[in-house]
């Protein structure tokens, strides 16, 4: 799975996107500078946007802009205002939407109580819902944001301290969330009763962080501490931690793309690097799907690590076949119509002085919508390639996320309306394998999928949606899989 | 080598930068815009700046901006200034000055005979002393870029069509040229005598292409038609090529560090694949430095190809032990004198899980001053790496390059003052082992340097400088080389 | 009263500011760019900021934008959003804090029944107390424009059509409001029942315009229909016009400033010409503080009517002492230290050949803080006046306006802490005049002021405040004067 | 005359416009603040773009910007850039052509003797015939700007200094110019044998300034010392101001229109207030061309002291009765094309209140093509104007000016193909009265125009040019002059 295409023209991007990145810290000087850069390593997460949030001591200050974190959150004038000793952060994927920074994140709101700003990776499948029930009662929205929705009840909370306030409001909340609040006093951190989206407690100098992954934290050399537990309330105070479990406990399910696609390769989520968990796919997709071939072949840069397990899985060479540009910005649109059909190679170019004559396993991590890929093996074979095997390093994705991660609709999904064999035809590759569910499973040192409850959420490739969908109007398999497990989440 | 650096305020590059990439096609309608795809692909010879010069059938028209490609050549309103068949362009790596476009090119003069563009990689190392000689005759310079000084030549000639008068102008030049200049009815192309830096023939549907190397032909999937030789000027219109050979003939001395670094891996210059060239690279370098250790880590991005080969080679397994940030822009400074000491990992991450306890091989391609190694090996460490092994895939760089390459003066090459053993304390590694020049002789198919007629430009490993420095006033090594060889130099 | 200085350092503005100027139409085509022209015109209200909502068919589209109109709404990527056959604006004087595009209006919200867009000039004494209420039931204010106050009043109004609603909502207001709001089917327009603020019916071919002030209907070629009534609430359909008077009615009081200073001249305000009450105000000026002199001289720009009905009345001839420079943009700042203390005549120059030697009457329209009627005087007696007397088209201006004027403080004021006679020797004057208030009664034709129920808003001159003002605590007064007036306003 | 239009769209100018105003201090710290002050007062000579050069004591720097001086030559940015004590600048009107900064002043070159800069206010008239000439011989231009030229005639003099060089330079131009020109240790100034464009010498403090007028010596409280002579060339250095005269004397021919419009009203040129000269052809062409009205109106802002004049002059009251919006930026573009054919008063609107009923007497500087004189007779009339008669404070124009104003092709000017009968109908007033040209000199304190030999260049309205038009190919009737003036013209 990547985000290339041969043509300038592909504005559908053929890829997952995760939506968010979040970052916190309490109790250094400069916390806003620490977030920069903790943002700056969260960025596979969201490079669109970015937002940060600080307590100067004497009041709350947000900045949100549209650009690359080291374009943006490093120039003087920004960051000036963003004094203090505690901070969050937020990187974001889209910025949807004509005023497009509405929806950057950290939202902000004063509350009766005090300033309150908050930062949210994930997605609350009941936001919609809420809300319509809230502009009933003379709420305003001023986003399209499912965040501004946790404001709102945390605004109309009943109980008179933030936390228990917070509280409140998450209890109402369906979905996947990893949440950083910062209150004048305190900052907050919460992940769903699932956990499914990561969160990491780390420690800098006796100053607490919160953060997506470890990445952001081994970038400023800060400690890791901990994972926050799924359904943890975790609040940091000039005292140090305490950690609230307000949900009935039920078995977690990480979500196992994050080990697949989104996650950095060099973080550790719940113990696992990601690094090894993609080298294992690798092999196991060389053990599942074996292949005779000349050379194996990364699709740059998702598809690297696995490749490098197939290589060593299956003792083929590993080879970088496929050469990537580093210098696409995130605006490249055809300069000419002429040149549309021209079969442009803007982000990647065959080396065809690797690849002539030779036969090759491509090892890419996921197929969603199958136009890049037909364009990658057109590349490949038109470079001389003697046969193209493609090997997924995932199971076929055949359903939407509903949890934070930008998917195209069901229909859309090659898998969804293809068997394996067509989908070979359709990108025209001489044989194509994909792992399967329990190769994925035994990946991440799980034995297998457990059907009747399922280590993680693998709604992307099983439909098996761990919660309700309310915006969606589709609460019966849920329901059903609420009893199942005791709760709903 | 590599650009990077663990903390932001490293503003002196520790490596060696190409300054300019150069891109002409004649006779393609909207040939702006397949330029445009040309300097994309030729974006890691210089991405700070480009630009485009087209003749429009009317008029020239010239438009030179500061930004990456993607960013500034697809907007419509700088492309649609640009029609035309006929363009040529340029990508560059600095901008030095405080008017900095002035230096950008193609540069364009209007001549009593017509309107002229050229676009220039290299350098010219008498362009000072043929500039001072011009302004004494009254001529006045708009830049202080080497390449004016070819406008003037070609301006004060006394031949009257604008073949003659280039010839006239390049025969008072010395030092590394390839040029691509336009005239209404002719896109002109030159190599120096010696070839030092590359320039390849395309052709696209009829239309010729003028390249500094073949990834922007393939880009277009344009088919190469031949290197264009040392000392040749190609005159393209469109009745065809032609060719003249103006200079006496003598051995060949291309620019060896194309193949080092500068060049993409799936480039072919003059018959060699450079990807190949780095695997065997790394291959002579296992074999001349062997080590035992557990891993080969390649130094991102551009250690990987030699890390590849000397993992083959040596039988140890290759493995990303380190993660880069693809998200650094270019203006990412300390958001904060505070966070300055903090040890920051910008651009690169070591991966604790796999490099932990073990024995690692870190290959980069050369060492500058030696600063970014010294972090990278202090990360490797921090990371748990049980030994640490340099090797790198070419000779210690003793002397700066007068070539169109950026390089620090002799003094600050850390390979210029230390012995290899000094070099490994400094930066602390256990063992530290370059290839030899005539192991980087042999990556690329030579047997062994030839001493007395060296195959190559290595001035930069050897300061055997194959021209004169008249700049430099300092001609008397030239002078006794050009008597060996038969010519000027 | 003038907005310039000699100091390119004085960045507190002596003069008045009015914040805001309205503008909306209904039933024709392109609304968008004819509101554009209405907010051109009213520029003289508020030049720093302006947006405009419409709704376009299917649904709201809100621009708000820093910069001068004519540099913004004219733009083809912004008008091209704001499609539809109604729409409303608003331009604004500063737009303080940080995130200074929150507080532009027109504001617009998502209700339970629909959306809503509003714009406001004015301002309101009671927004802080009620949304402090708001905020305790759990509102979430994202601004800190009173208007917001305006629309959450709206949100939580239990009726379920939007026009009880906003009726609702500003039988809550104390204060100054001439008000535009959209909803899909609906404009509505509203003024407080004081009618402090001004707002005009206009027809163009059929469409209906609000708009504050006339010369926004002259500039499109609009036919003027009416003055809105204070305390009246103007409903605009497709099917007509139709008037609520949801408030007991009491005696208008319309803000005299508007007479003296804000609006502009061409304008006509409850049936006078704005010209020819300030030439009216010279003439009563002259009268009331005669002088014997050569020339009568303005004070550019807002001083010239005045001048010329003094000038006609003393029989001194009118001439233009003082030039003004035009090209005066927003951010001239000092380019550097040392010219600060130079005396820097940047906005106005006086015209020594006239001046030199006379004695000059310079007539201003008010003296704010005193201190840039001190370097006028202080400029032309150094063009050689021999004697200089200043006559000022108002009276003392005494106290702060809480009605959506930008003023300094009370005790910045200089006529709250000096005598004239003090006031002329701090100015440095032969002799300093100031309008009388039954004189400035009588030049918008009334023949005194009636100081038992006074017939404007002259608050800034004598301290008498029509309404509340909760949000200073200080409702005391205005209780006694709800009670001679019959109602609290 | 008059910049206006009550159409969006009217983008081809309806007025003549000056091009440049020149700058230039020499022995004050901080010179180029002082510079930015100066062309601020200069502007309405040319406000689209601006450049300083200083001499920082090392070298010289250079900085052009688009844009209004106060939004450009005051960040600190470009201030810091700027510095040392001496420094000239150049404010222009248009920026033709794409690369429009090439054509913005102050020019720089280096020379073989060292640097110089120059800024230029006027036009040579020989300057395309002279590059033709110096293109033969191998000089490479630039720019198009005539000012290029004299640089390269300068760099190609074989004079040893600069200013003997400077000198053979101007030796060489026909055509109007008032050049300030710097090198490291001497500023020069010097104006054509002719005089045509103002120049003037000042003082601040001991250091010496040179402005186009008097009014930028006024802005920093400098003293005026005398105007340059036509002919002198003035060189500045630390030792005082020496004089050249290489010319021989001839008749000097100041352009008159600079007292009718280009000038400042407050600057004294050749010892004539402009203002009290405006005053007088108000006064004289209420004599020539009386008129029975009930009020007089100047049409904002150019025709105000004429008006004032004329007023005076006829005994009829002085009225604004059109007013100007004084918020119209530069790029006020139609928003819409349904808005197009409105009639919409963008820059003006006619004041109803003072002028329905009343016979009024317009008074304007000039007619250039007539459309924008309609517009404002029809809109006056609109708002319902008895009678409208039109006079005009310049005789009829008639031809186009060589001599750096931008003026329309003689076939566009209304005078030029009309009578005054004619024009009266076309613009649609009852009367049409314009100065004569006996009665302009009057103004300027001539007894009449001399027409052997005449006082002033007044080519607009006689087509008498006083120079060689060698670039029109238009010697004839100037070498007849030249004959007649004994020198080269």
């Known amino acids: 799975m990547t985000d290339t295409g041969s043509t300038p023209l592909d ?36 490079q669109e946007a970015a937002g940060i949030a600080s307590y100067t001591g004497q009041q709350f200050a947000v900045e949100r802009h549209v650009g690359l974190i080291g374009d943006t959150f490093t120039k003087r004038s920004i960051m000036d205002r963003l004094s203090g000793d505690r901070a969050i952060g937020h990187t974001r994927y889209s910025t949807t939407g004509g005023e497009g920074l509405r929806n950057v994140q950290p939202l902000f709101a004063e509350f009766a109580g005090g300033g309150f700003a908050i930062a949210h990776n994930g997605n609350i499948t009941n936001a919609l819902t809420v809300q319509r029930e809230l502009q009933k009662r003379g709420a305003i929205f001023s986003s399209t944001s499912d965040t501004e929705t946790i404001l709102h009840l945390i605004a109309v909370s009943e109980k008179t301290h933030i936390v228990p306030k917070f509280i409140d409001a ?37 100053a607490y962080i919160l953060a997506s992954e470890t990445c952001a934290l081994d970038i400023i050399g800060a400690r890791f501490v901990r994972d926050i537990s799924p359904g943890e309330v975790v609040v940091i105070t000039e005292k140090g931690v305490e950690s609230h479990f307000p949900f009935e406990k039920q078995p977690p399910r990480l979500c196992i793309f994050e080990y697949v696609y989104f996650a950095r390769p060099d973080s550790i989520i719940e113990g696992r690097n990601v690094y090894e968990v993609r080298k294992r796919i690798g092999e196991e997709l060389a053990r599942e799907a074996p292949v005779t071939a000349d050379l194996v072949i990364p699709v740059p840069d998702s598809g690297t690590p696995a490749a490098i397990g197939f290589s060593q899985g299956a003792n083929i060479p590993f080879e970088l076949g496929i050469i990537r540009n580093h210098y696409v910005g995130r605006t490249f649109i055809a300069p000419s119509a002429s040149i549309r059909h021209m079969g442009v190679k803007l982000k990647h170019n065959a080396n065809r002085a690797m690849i002539e004559g030779k036969s090759v396993v491509l090892v890419d991590d996921s197929i969603v919508r199958g136009t890049t890929s037909q364009k990658i093996v057109q590349m490949v074979r038109e470079a001389g390639a003697r046969e193209v095997h493609m090997r997924i390093a995932s199971p076929p994705t055949m359903s939407s996320c509903y949890y934070g991660v930008d998917t195209p609709e069901k229909s859309k999904l090659l898998a969804s309306r293809m068997t394996v064999e067509q989908m070979a035809d359709f990108i025209r590759v001489d044989s194509l394998g994909f792992l399967s569910i329990d190769g994925l499973y035994r990946a991440v040192r799980e034995p297998s999928r457990n059907a009747e409850c399922p280590q993680f959420c693998d709604a992307c490739f099983t439909g098996d949606y761990p919660t309700a969908l309310t915006d969606q109007g589709d609460q019966g398999d849920v329901r059903r899989l609420s009893l199942l497990l005791g709760n709903n989440g």
């Open 11 to 46: 504005n559908e991007a053929d890829c997952f996107h995760d939506e968010c990145g979040v970052f916190g810290i309490f109790g250094k000087d400069d916390a806003a500078a620490v977030v920069t850069l903790g943002l700056h390593a969260l960025q596979h997460r969201g």
């Open 170 to 206: 998450i209890m109402q909340l369906e979905g996947a969330y990893s949440l950083v609040g910062l209150s004048e006093k305190k900052m907050i951190g919460a992940r769903d009763p699932l956990g499914i989206r990561p969160l990491v407690l780390g420690d800098l100098d006796g």
